[in-house]
């Protein structure tokens, strides 16, 4: 290794990462000030980036904490950070800041990776983007139907309901989508940048249900009001402004579409002469909504009487109760909290040599038993898909 490479290396960037490999080994920073025959501040300041490292040094290090230099020096894109974008929009209080700030640092980190195992891969993500929907003076529901009619013609989806909404939206879109542990209050992050394209998180704690409502929301900021992040939690506003509103109504729409919700609320109220209780927790179950949700959107087309959710509560009514009940299955939660495309970029950068088994591990945000677990559920996965298709006539499938 030459002093060019470390000359042209940011030493912020390369101390976090050093920082990052000594933790996973366990070394402390005065353990890792042995190594290079240093005192701790020295290794302070290394990792804080206010001292440059040697070429030496960095190799020595890198041994020690059982990983390749080329995991250190590695060029990584070059975006606008995400929390500085975050901070221009919302305004938070100290206690919230300090809940949500790491969400959004590692979804930034989240989407660095991606974005270098897609150059690493030379595969960059497909972006499929609409052009930004024009909503200015329109009344959000019909603005929010009006982009939702033209969004499932554009993506071929029918009046039916979306079961891969974030497979869709992901792969037919093109968007970076991470299912990311946060606090309760909060449903979902979105932000742009011009290298990244559109990058959402959502909370992975909530159900499934909830999940799908809060990517619909954030798909439609997306769509109307791109450029501009978004942090959505409870109670974040006294006065909602037109943009919320709009992402609001969005999922209703989207998730929902009124011609075919119309029809199957037609075709159970001609079969039984009425449409009842469980109608409704069925059709809930079809379109993978929350009882909630769909008893909104019916008032809302006037199919159900004004407050018929309020009195349904008031009742005391027992969702999982009813559903476990009628035999309806909870809708399953999505477990994979990284993309699959994600994924299947590192396992497949990993076999051919080009990244470590370390930086494996740091891509999939885990530890090495656990990276080398995932890998083979991965290869697994591939190799079945390739066993299953090898012999079949694409004409006749």
């Avoid at 020595?60 to 020096?73: E, I, M, P, Q, T």
């Avoid at 195992?117 to 329109?138: S, T």
């Avoid at 006294?238 to 729409?253: G, H, I, M, N, V």
């Avoid at 027992?318 to 299955?329: M, T």
Wanted: glycine fraction near 6%.
């Amino acid at each position: 290794m030459t002093n060019n490479v470390l000359d042209n290396i940011d030493m912020g960037r390369l101390g976090e990462l050093l920082q990052q490999a000594r933790n996973k080994c366990g070394m402390t920073q005065a353990d890792a000030a042995k190594v290079i025959d240093a005192a701790r501040t020295t290794m302070v300041a290394i990792e804080k980036g206010e001292r440059r490292l040697k070429p030496t040094e960095l190799i020595k290090l890198a041994r020690a904490y059982g990983r390749a230099v080329s995991d250190f020096v590695q060029s990584r894109p070059v975006v606008q950070p995400f929390e500085v974008q975050f901070r221009a929009a919302y305004r938070r209080n100290d206690v919230e800041e300090s809940q949500i700030e790491p969400v959004i640092l590692r979804l930034e980190e989240l989407c660095r990776n991606y974005m270098e195992l897609e150059e690493i891969m030379d595969a960059p993500l497909p972006q499929n983007y609409p052009q930004d929907y024009e909503v200015m003076g329109m009344p959000s529901a019909a603005a929010a139907e009006s982009i939702a009619i033209a969004e499932r013609q554009r993506l071929g989806l029918g009046d039916g309901p979306i079961p891969l909404l974030r497979d869709i939206l992901e792969q037919s879109v093109g968007l970076r989508i991470f299912y990311l542990e946060m606090p309760s209050k909060y449903s979902g992050i979105y932000s742009y940048d011009e290298k990244l394209g559109g990058c959402i998180a959502i909370n992975a704690n909530h159900p499934e249900e909830r999940r799908r409502w809060s990517l619909a929301h954030e798909y439609l900021h997306f769509l109307a009001h791109r450029r501009q992040p978004v942090l959505d939690y409870e109670e974040q506003y006294q006065r909602k402004p037109e943009s919320e509103r709009l992402a609001d109504t969005f999922p209703d729409y989207f998730l929902m579409p009124t011609s075919g919700l119309l029809k199957r609320f037609n075709d159970m109220y001609q079969a039984h002469g009425k449409f009842t209780p469980t109608n409704l927790f069925t059709l809930a179950h079809y379109y993978s909504v929350s009882i909630e949700a769909l008893v909104n959107r019916l008032e809302a087309i006037k199919l159900l009487p004004s407050g018929t959710w309020d009195r349904l509560r008031d009742r005391g009514l027992k969702v999982r109760k009813v559903q476990q009940e009628l035999g309806l299955e909870e809708i399953p939660q999505r477990t994979d909290m990284i993309p699959i495309h994600y994924q299947h970029l590192a396992i497949e950068a990993l076999d051919q040599g080009l990244i470590t088994e370390g930086r494996f591990a740091d891509f999939l945000t885990v530890d090495r038993l656990e990276a080398r677990r995932i890998a083979t559920g991965l290869r697994e996965y591939s190799s079945g898909i390739m066993e299953e298709t090898t012999h079949l006539d694409l004409r006749q499938v």
